[in-house]
């Protein structure tokens, strides 16, 4: 996370506060009210989704509070957003928060797993999955597949201006039990 926070912060040259993570195990049904939680249930956000896969999957949603855009371009010295601009802002950025933590988070795992194999993680495009929505309407757990998720959250803030970025990690049930593994393995080195 401190990766990706640091990725941001030197993309907007502005110096980024990071949220601690929050993390648990939920029934996928209850990941809309858990974003809206997370986010504020009256809040009105824009979302990139970005799935990835290997060692580990998952979906990483960058969830932007409004009025991130406007935030984001006065930040990237855009004079005015052109149609489409706005879009490909929330997708540079959400994608830079992905790599960064995701790239970050399969680094600390090599650091204290022996090398059994490749721990290579590919993402998918970043898409926008949402603009001027509820966080809770963001998810239909039924298009899942999942029953449950560990879901990983930490936001990123400008104290300076007006601004917040919500990074989510979805996993599935399998994931969890893979970190679970790792977690195991790591313990009883010592």
């Known amino acids: 996370m401190g990766q990706a926070g640091s990725s941001l912060a030197t993309l907007l040259d502005e110096f980024v506060d990071l949220s601690i993570p929050r993390i648990r195990v939920l029934q996928l049904a209850e990941a809309p009210s858990a974003l809206a939680e997370l986010v504020g249930p009256k809040a009105e956000v ?60 399969v680094e600390q795992i090599r650091g204290f797993m022996p090398a059994t194999g490749a721990m290579e993680l590919s993402c998918s495009m970043p898409s926008v999955m949402a603009r001027q929505a509820s966080a809770a309407k963001l998810l239909d757990p039924d298009r899942a597949g999942w029953s449950h998720a ?25 994931g969890i039990l893979k970190l679970q593994q790792i977690v195991d393995e790591f313990i009883a080195s010592f």
């Open 46 to 105: 824009s979302a990139v989704r970005q799935s990835f896969q290997g060692y580990l999957r998952g979906e990483a949603i960058v969830i932007f509070t409004e009025p991130g855009c406007h935030v984001l371009a006065d930040l990237l010295g855009y004079e005015e957003l052109v149609d489409g601009d706005d879009t490909e802002l929330l997708l540079d950025v959400a994608n830079v928060l992905t790599g960064a933590c995701l790239g970050g988070m």
């Open 150 to 174: 560990l879901l990983m959250e930490v936001n990123f803030t400008l104290k300076s201006r007006n601004f917040v970025a919500h990074l989510i990690m979805l996993m599935p049930e399998d």
